[in-house]
């Protein structure tokens, strides 16, 4: 099993650029999640999928889009890509089991905004 | 106020040392409590639950005071490998009604020979 992977590994964009992260999954779980992480902040979520279908909100959204194409796949789009989103970019999934709330990670992408 | 909050460190200690992480949360909604650990430009991985009870995995113990809203990971005979950034995570249900995680910023330690 491959677990969480993620596509590209780096990217380098120029302000107003769009691009899409990709990220797929094949441990068949219901939860997908996308993440940025910054200099002295923890992982913040931008959105999530709780399962097929299903899209919502996390703690900062503003600036991306996402589309869960089906249960092993969660892309994330910035349509216009701003220096502020200059960032490490981290997709997980979630086993629930035992009622332990277990994310696996991605290896990330790393993306630089000019 | 950040909904979790850790010492950043760093935390430089001997090979065999024992060192403690603390951690506090703000929300007392938080339902779940996680140590997740991170080495350097990879991803999070999940270190071991915590519970009231307080529980040990090996050489790692953590304990969680609901009361305080606080949470700690020990490490005894600290190891080489235990080089890592350890973060203290929580569990809650959020606005939409979704139970989510909130990471701390994380806690970076170095073992050194």
């Known amino acids: 099993n491959a677990g969480v992977t993620q596509t590209p590994k780096f990217q380098v964009l120029k302000t107003g650029q769009s691009m899409t992260l990709q990220c797929a999954q094949d441990?068949?779980?219901?939860?997908m999640y996308w993440y940025r992480q910054d200099p002295g902040m923890g992982l913040r979520l931008i959105y999530y999928?709780?399962?097929?279908?299903?899209?919502d909100k996390g703690e900062v959204p503003n600036g991306y889009n996402v589309s869960r194409l089906n249960k092993r796949e969660f892309s994330l789009r910035l349509e216009s890509a701003a220096p502020s989103q200059t960032s490490v970019y981290f997709c997980?999934?979630?086993?629930?089991?035992?009622?332990?709330?277990?994310?696996?990670f991605g290896p990330g992408t790393r993306l630089t905004v000019l | 106020r950040k909904e979790v909050e850790q010492d950043p460190g760093p935390f430089n200690v001997p090979e065999g040392a024992t060192v403690a992480f603390n951690c506090t949360y703000s929300?007392?909604?938080?339902?779940?409590f996680f140590w997740y650990r991170q080495d350097c430009r990879k991803e999070p991985k999940l270190l071991m639950s915590?519970?009231?009870s307080g529980n040990e995995d090996g050489r790692f113990t953590a304990q969680l005071n609901r009361a305080s809203q606080y949470i700690s990971l020990l490490i005894r005979d600290s190891k080489l490998s235990d080089s890592a950034t350890y973060l203290c995570?929580?569990?809650?249900?959020?606005?939409?009604?979704?139970?989510?995680?909130?990471f701390g910023t994380g806690t970076r330690l170095t073992v050194i020979p």
């Open positions: 915590v519970y009231s």
């Open positions: 929300n007392s909604a938080s339902q779940s």
């Open positions: 441990m068949n779980h219901n939860s």
């Open positions: 999928s709780a399962s097929e279908g299903t899209t």
């Open positions: 995570v929580v569990e809650r249900d959020d606005q939409t009604g979704a139970n989510n995680l909130f």
């Open positions: 997980a999934s979630r086993r629930l089991a035992g009622g332990v709330n277990e994310q696996f």
